[in-house]
């Protein structure tokens, strides 16, 4: 999926012009064990965060994502990111700022917890259980 040139744009100036809680979270997540991206454009949006190899959005909620029409613009890109293959995780900013290293911690969890189907094997038995050489 591409981003549009305008968001590209929009990108580079909202990583230059982190709020306050994005800085925090971006210092933790940076080293983390899996890779996220900060400002990351896609389509005609730029995503606070996104781990791609999760296909998690990870959007940090003011309070201006509480007034006016700000709800229901959230839930159509949701949608659209959605219909795109992206989950989309909002996070309270008044959450990140009471504890980023628990939030970081708790992001870095919910994505690894996403990939372990992944990586799981094929169901089937486990070794050994054949019940040949069992004594009864």
Known sequence: MTATDRAYKNARRLRRDLSLPEKLLWRRLKGASLRFRRQHPIGHYVLD???PTANLAIEIDGMAHDMGD???RDEVRTEWLNGAGIEVLRVPAMEVLADPDAIADALVRFCDDRLKP?????AGPPPHSS???RSE
């Open 49 to 51: 965060f996104y781990c």
């Open 118 to 122: 992944l990586h799981q094997p094929a």
């Open 70 to 72: 700000r709800p229901q």
């Open 131 to 133: 019940g040949a050489g």
